[in-house]
């Protein structure tokens, strides 16, 4: 599996080339104006992508992205926050500016909240989570979607050094459910030998590959500061493995 040298969260992107599959479902939470909406639906095949935004104007754009790249037909987009209740809650932009930081709170604009498993959708084989910090929130309101359908996952995990527990609640919330993390990495070879590098702190070249470094919670705090984590549930473990060499460990 290889990634490529140019584009944004390359290993979001290579997990998705290698685990969607063709004619999947594929669920976008928190896609902002829909980078990796657009990014399944045109390059998997017919793929169905729900995606899910809840700042007002961030959606709007989300829906002309998707209807300009012709492809409406195979999305659909749900103006609301997937979180833990059915309601309302308050979201705002910390800077002002970008709405990719926009964080559901106490203040701001009003927006609806859905848990996932009130919603009739069909079910997911890949979910894509960016909530900033929302996380936990979201994945308790899909608890049932991710017994009964052990979807892989893809999250943004941002380290809190002064509140390492809300790091560590969202991994051992998945990890009681039997899904094993993953650290994505890059995998380079180097005349004779290969080793792993953290995928954001280097330039790819070419012959790269995708590797996943598999951790415990305890040892998230080892890692770099922005990560997204690669979880797979174990049932599903052969199947994910059918995309990947074991590295030796002797």
Not at 78 to 85: G, I, Y
Not at 142 to 159: G, H, M, Q, W
Not at 168 to 196: C, D, I, M, N, W
């Amino acid at each position: 599996v290889y990634v490529t040298t140019e584009g944004y969260e390359l290993e979001v992107a290579a997990l998705l080339d290698t685990l969607l599959p063709e004619g999947g479902t594929f669920y976008d939470v928190g896609s902002n104006w829909g980078y990796f909406t657009l990014y399944a639906a045109a390059c998997r095949g017919r793929v169905t992508v729900h995606a899910f935004e809840p700042l007002p104007k961030t959606y709007q754009d989300l829906v002309a992205c998707v209807e300009q790249a012709g492809l409406a037909g195979q999305t659909t987009c749900h103006n609301l926050a997937l979180s833990d209740k059915d309601g309302e809650a308050h979201i705002q932009i910390p800077d002002g500016l970008h709405s990719g930081t926009a964080t559901v709170s106490s203040e701001g604009i009003r927006i609806a909240t859905r848990r996932l498993d009130a919603l009739e959708l069909p079910p997911p084989d890949f979910i894509k989570l960016d909530a900033e910090n929302h996380e936990i929130e979201v994945l308790q309101g899909a608890v049932e979607t991710l017994i009964k359908f052990r979807p892989f996952l893809v999250f943004e995990n941002k380290l809190d050094y002064a509140h390492p527990e809300k790091n560590l609640r969202v991994l051992q919330f998945l990890k009681a459910l039997g899904y094993q993390l993953f650290v994505p990495a890059v995998k380079r070879q180097t005349g004779a030998s290969e080793h792993f590098m953290q995928v954001f702190w280097h330039p790819l070249a070419t012959g790269d590959g995708l590797g996943l470094i598999p951790f415990e919670p305890e040892t998230r705090f080892l890692y770099q500061h922005e990560l997204n984590v690669f979880a797979c549930h174990q049932d599903r473990l052969p199947e994910m493995m059918k995309a990947f060499k074991t590295w030796p460990t002797a």
